[in-house]
Structure formats: C-alpha cells, structure tokens
C-alpha cells in the first residue's frame, strides 16, 4: 500500500556490497593470474568433491531437525538457568574448532568417555575419524545455531498471538499448525541452507577429524595443495570448483530464504498459555537436557585438562592471545561498517538476490581469499607483515553471511511496522538510523558483533596459510603446540582460547540485549 | 485550504474517486461501509497511496508528490503511532524535530505539550507500560507540538471503550480549535458524527463524495447512506 517505501542506506550499502565482491573477485583474479591449466581433476579430487556434498547434506540435515525440538522446548518453557543455556547455544558455534575438536576426542575420541563406556559393557568401540566425526563436529558446531536462528524467530512471534491461541483453545497440533508452522517454513529452508554452505567451506574440521582419501574436503585439498605442493594450478581449479559449489548452493538457498515478516506487537515478554499438559513438559525438558548434555560434556573436557596445563603455557601464547583479541576487534569493526548499510540497503530492497553478496563471501574459499590476498600482496610490500589485518578482513567476509542473516529480518519488520509513522515524521537517514534502527536492532547488532569478534578470535585458515614465527594468533599457537606434541601447553592455551571467545561474543551479545527491554 | 482535484485512486480491482476540498478550521468526518475507501482516502492525503490520476493542493500549491512528512497534516494510524523502545517525552519530541537535538525551548514544548494532554508524570516512561488511553493521549500530545493545519485521524481510539473513546474525542476538538488546524476523521459511529464533525464526506461505491454539513446530511441522509446507517 505505500508507494513511497522507506529507502534505507541504499547508497552505502552498494558501495558496501561493491567492496565486498571487489575484495573476493581481486583474490580469485590473482588466483587465476597465477595458475596454469596444465591438467583436469584427478579422482582424488572428485573423491574431495563427493564427500563434500555428503557431509554437508548430512550435517545441515541433522542440525535443523534436531533444532525444532530444542528450539520449541526453550522458547516455551521457563527455567533456571535458562538464559545461560541460550547463551551457552551460542558457544559451540563460536567455541574455535580446534578448542571444541579438543573436546569432542575427550568425549567421544579413542581414549574418550563414550568408548571408555562401551568397553564397560563389553561393546566394540567407535572411531571419531572419517565421515561420522566430521558430520559430529559439524552437528555439534551447527545444531545450537539453528536453534538460536529459530528461537529468535519464535521469540519474534508477538504474545499476542499465544494469547488468541489460548483464548480459542488450541489444540497443542493446531498451535503448531497455525503460529509455529508458518515461522517454521519461513526460517527451516534459509538455516539448513546456510548450514550446508558453511560445511561445504569446512576447513579445520576435516583437517582434524578428517584426511586421507576418504575423508578431504574441497578446502582441506585446496590447503594441501597450497601448502604442501605449492600446486597453484590444481589449487586454483579446486577453488573454482568450491566457487561454483558453495556459490550455486548460496543461489539455490536463496531461492528458498523467504523474507521473514511477522507484524508487530506490543513488545510485552512471551508468556505462554499452551503446551501446559504432562506429556509435553517432560519431552521439552529432556530434550532441554539432552542438548545440554551434548554441549557441555566436550566443554567441561576442556575446562578440566585446560585447568591443568594453563600453568605450562608459555610467553608466547599469551602473546598470540594479544594479537587474537586485536584481530577480533578489527574484524567487528569493520564488520559492522559493512553489515548495517548492507541489511539496511536489503531489507528496503525488492529485490532478494542482493543478499547473495553476504553469502558470496562464505561461498568462496577463506583459504583461497588469503592466497589470492597474499599474490596481490607479495610484489608490493610483505605479506607476512600483513598477515594480521588480512585475517581480520577475511574473517570479517566468513561472518558477513551470518550477521546479515542476523539483522535484515528485524530491519525489515522495524520497516515494515514503523516505516509509515517514520515517514510521517520525516524521519530518515541518520536520525531514522539512531532514533528506530539501532534501538530496535541493538539485540541484533550486538549478537552480529560478538559471533564475529569469536569467529575471528577462533580462526585457524587463512593465518596458516601466512605462517610466521612471530605474528601469530593464538588458535595457530595451539595448533603449533599440538603438533609439537606439547598437550599439557595446548590445553592451557585451548582454555585461554575458550575464555577470549566466549568472553568476547558474551560482551558484545550482553551489551545487545543490556536495557533492551522494548 | 486542501483540494484533491479530480483525484483517482487504482489499486488492482479497487478505485476510489474523489474531487473534494477541505476548508480550515472545519472538522470532517469520513463515514462509509467498510472497505469503501476511508483509509485510502486518508492515506492519499498523506502521501502514503499514489493518486492514479488527479492533483493535490494545498494553498494552490501542488503536494501530489510531496514526501508524507513534507505535507501540512500529521496523521493518527490505527496502531502503531509511538516508538516502544522511546519514551513518551522522546515520542513527542520527534514531532519538533526528527534529529530529537531539542533546544530548551522546544523541550519546555514537549513538556507543556504532555502537560496539556495530562501526561505531565510520564514523560520518561516507556508506551509499553502505558495504558490504551494514556498511549493515545501520548500520540495527541505530538500532534499538538507537530501544529500542521491538518489533522487526519484514522481510527486511531478504534480499541478504546465508548467513555474513553468520547474523551479522546473531545481531547481531539479542543486541540484542534486551539491550534486552529482542519479534523479529517474516519469514523463508523454516527454519534462521532454528532459530537465533533462539522461536515460529512461519505465514502461509498467507489467515490468520495463532497463533504455536506453533517447536521442536514444526517438528519436527511439520501438512501445510500441511509442504507449504511440502518
């Protein structure tokens, strides 16, 4: 009905986008530049190719089932400790891989509980490695960000509609039918998408859990070939090949990532009337326990070994812990510079497909970002002096999808349900930004802001690739003490790394939601 | 003075015509069946429907593609008229200026304009924790430091019982006549009618009449309005 619609950031969210892509496009012409098309894909490739797409299927699949139940249970129940569950769903997705892969071979690793446990009933045990640990590690990454992705839209629902639902006594299948399933068709398609083209890019997972011929992903192979071979040309037709992949999967998911528009409410706190009977309180709160299980058993491995070592760590890690936390905060910097323009720009746009730009950034190779970043580099000034504030930019464009799938459904409901009454009052530009925007957004920005500080502290890809003696993060310190076979050190590091992950996404997500009552 | 001259308004299968001017310091009510127009008519005024065809002026000069915060009429929606996250005093001061980078002069507006409207006390509170009435008011007391010569209401005390609703409207006539501004309001009671409306703009199969004195038009009302009376 209005024809005048709210134009939001249109100008910088271009230029924004226009970076972006430039960024990628420049890394893969170099990558190009340098390569020679000798040879075609070998069956050791097309074999990384299979497993790929297998693992991803399997992974997205997983995670977004799974996701529902826990979803439901938290967003209708209330309990102590609640809120630090939710806050603790945000954890393995932010908790470095190489902290949580540590975690995961306590729990479920050769030597680990579940096989220890096994043994006790005399039961063959299980292995970690290959396809099944590669598909966990990815469930245990990605599950409790589809249930934080789905409970934020049930929290979107507004209590108004609980309520009519309770007025008109529901049945617990017609409250599903009528409220959760259009949310559910609305968000389902757009976060098992986006998990599988995060897993299509999986790096550090298959590289520890991983390997060999059977188990290589496309980006494992793609390092390999960097770092080993110093094989440009099959690394450069690898890429292509992750670029058409992961890229037709961002379309494709695309296709199906329906905007998310749920009217307006009055801001009052969820408070439910249905789903009140036995038989749905016990299955809500063993699923509540079961996820718990599945996420705080790995953690509280690390906790515990991490305890014991932290004494052993030496200078140098605390050193790389400085240069994590300066990368970390470069990339939510300049994160948020892109991001906000961006969703603002999308959300107010009819056109869907611009959203592809976030995902573009995931779809191509982090690794094969860095490479292109660092011919484009070389000639000119030293790479390994920038190998820093190059990992903070890629690890801004690996988050970029993530935060605006993150802000431009709030964006575009605040526009929707106030962009009449802004417009009436001529609000627009920077006081309609500061004045509706932000306050409105602000949970939003600031769980955008802290996933990407985490992902950022976190990253083991691109800065193994730039490897330097000195210049190092800290998940590259542990990893070098790993392999220099020095655990009790790596596990203190892991713990120290734990803590500036989730200490930074807390602050940032806390900060968010701080007085964000309306 | 505003004129919509021969205006047209096409939505897919709905059209509304309409060719009517609004007089200052007069107070109009919008009556018709439901889905006839009302709001659309309003909403044309407002700038937030395109005229299909058709001009708006206002004093002569044309506002037809004017921007809705651009235009000498503020506008009461039927939901949706505060900002949760603001408070009431933030609320009013986006009437004075969209930055809220009030001067002291204009927040004593502020002040004397929720003083006026009887919310002197919840200036800091949140509309949320606001009752209907009270949220009305908060939304009355913008228009009143807005002071644009029109005041378009589109239901906005739809949710409120009958006493509140008389209360609101009264609030309504006295500002209006303090300030001096023109009332448009879409209303479906003809005691409204009675109580604050000066002229009558009938809405019905697809046109908006011209606005009659409402005491002559209600008391004999022709047999379309009649029939929508009942």
Partial sequence: MAHRTLQVSTKTGISAATLVLALILAALGAVFWRAEFGSLLGPADWAAIRFTVLQAVLSALISTVFAIPIARALARRQFVGRSLLVTLLGAPFILPVIVAVLGLLAVFGRAGWLNAGLAAFGLPAVSIYGLQGVVLAHVFFNLPLATRLLLQGWQTIPAERFRLAAQLGLTPQAVFRSIELPLLRQILPGTAALIFVICLTSFAVALTLGGGPRATTIELAIYQAFRFDFDLNRAALLSLVQLGLAGSAAVTALWIIPSISIGGGQDRPLKRWDAQGGVQRMLDGAVIILAALFLLLPLGAVLARGLIGLPQTPASVWQAAGNSIGVALLSIAVLLVLALPLAGWIATTKRSSVEGVGLFGIAASPLMIGTGWFILINPVADPFVLALPVTALVNVLMALPFALRILVPPLRDTVQVYGRLSQALSLQGWPFWRWVVLPRIRPQIGFAAGLTGALSMGDLGVIALFAHPDRTTLPLQMYRLMGSYQMEAAAGAALILLALSLGIFWLFDKGGRWHADA | ?230
């Fill in chain 2, 1 to 230: 003075m505003l004129t919509l001259e021969q205006g047209l308004i096409r939505q897919g299968s709905f059209s509304l015509a309409a060719n009517l001017t609004i007089e200052p310091h007069k107070k109009y009510a919008v009556i018709g069946p439901s889905g006839a127009g009302k709001s659309t008519l309003l909403g044309a005024f407002c700038g937030f429907v395109p005229l299909t065809q058709g001009k708006l002026l206002w004093q002569a000069r044309d506002i037809t593609h004017a921007a809705p915060g651009a235009r000498p009429m503020t506008m009461l929606f039927q939901d949706n008229n505060l900002f949760p996250h603001l408070s009431v005093q933030q609320n009013v001061g986006l009437g004075v200026r969209p930055d809220l980078r009030l001067s002291s002069d204009e927040k004593t507006q502020v002040e004397s304009a929720l003083a006026r409207v009887g919310l002197a006390d919840m200036a800091d509170r949140k509309p949320g924790s606001l009752s209907g009435g009270q949220q009305s008011r908060a939304a009355l007391a913008r228009v009143l430091v807005q002071a644009r010569p029109l005041v378009l209401l589109d239901e906005p005390f739809a949710a409120l019982g009958p006493a509140l609703r008389n209360e609101m409207l009264d609030l309504v006539d006295a500002l209006v006549t303090e300030t001096g501004a023109s009332l448009i309001m879409v209303t479906h009671a003809p005691e409204d009618v009675e109580r604050i409306a000066d002229e009558v703009i009938f809405v019905a199969s697809g046109t908006a009449m011209a606005p009659q004195p409402a005491r002559a038009l209600m008391e004999n009302p022709p047999s379309e309005l009649r029939a929508y009376l009942g």
